[in-house]
């Protein structure tokens, strides 16, 4: 499995879109990259997904680059109940097996 | 829908017991995936299930079982506990093996003493 390189922690400022990065240079052509987050004391969230194009939903956008070898999640307007650990994922297919990094601490501040 | 519920929220156990743990999907799902959540190796994934079949196994030792059921309600064993079985365990649903999104429940959280 494609191991993903974030930020430990990040501040963003509420309002203003957090942007979330990720590096994952050795992931492979079928390996799809997902970000959940995770709200203190409760189970992860889905955010959204995509294999090769930009993806958008109601939570957020994510940018793939042409190589695959990064991705960026944002969130256009930051709240403060967006503070969370937000965990970026490749996976090969979309099995039930998710490879939960470190990932990323989010503080959005008022 | 509801959402995927786990029983039961919170255990104590002694080092050397046993514990079952619940997980019912959200309705339709039909794989169910565990985690296990410590503050040292953060998630790590245990198993997933689908139609009553383990279809993927993490690397933890065979005192972790796991089964599931006809209407897709799992459930999770831990036998001969051990201190640092204390964690946060998730259970995690999606509606069908080649599902994209993982939906997960709220977790039991396990203490052994």
């Known amino acids: 499995d494609a191991k993903t390189t974030q930020p430990t922690s990040m501040d963003c400022a509420e309002g203003r879109a957090a942007n979330l990065p990720c590096n994952h240079s050795?992931?492979?052509?079928?390996?799809?990259v997902y970000w959940y987050r995770q709200i203190h004391s409760q189970g992860p969230q889905y955010i959204i997904h995509?294999?090769?194009n930009n993806e958008t939903n109601e939570m957020a956008s994510l940018i793939i680059t042409e190589d695959r070898k990064s991705s960026t999640l944002i969130l256009p307007h930051a709240t403060l109940r967006d503070t969370a650990v937000y965990y970026c994922?490749?996976?090969?297919?979309?099995?039930?097996?998710?490879?939960f990094g470190q990932g990323t601490t989010l503080q959005v501040k008022p | 829908k509801a959402g995927v519920t786990q029983t039961p929220r919170y255990l104590i156990k002694t080092r050397g017991q046993q514990v079952t743990l619940s997980c019912s999907p959200i309705?339709?799902?039909?794989?169910v995936s565990w985690y296990q959540q410590t503050p040292g190796q953060g998630l790590q994934f245990l198993f997933e299930?689908?139609?009553?079949?383990?279809?993927n196994k993490g690397n933890f030792p065979g005192r972790f079982s796991g089964r599931q059921f006809s209407n897709s309600r799992s459930e999770m064993n831990v036998s001969t506990l051990e201190l640092g079985d204390s964690a946060l365990y998730l259970c995690?649903?999606?509606?069908?093996?080649?599902?994209?999104?993982?939906?997960f429940g709220p977790g039991t959280r396990l203490t052994v003493t």
């Open positions: 995690a649903s999606k509606a069908n093996q080649g599902s994209y999104e993982q939906y």
């Open positions: 309705s339709g799902h039909r794989s």
């Open positions: 995509g294999l090769k």
């Open positions: 050795t992931i492979s052509g079928n390996e799809y």
């Open positions: 299930y689908f139609s009553e079949t383990q279809r």
């Open positions: 994922i490749v996976d090969p297919s979309n099995t039930g097996k998710l490879i």
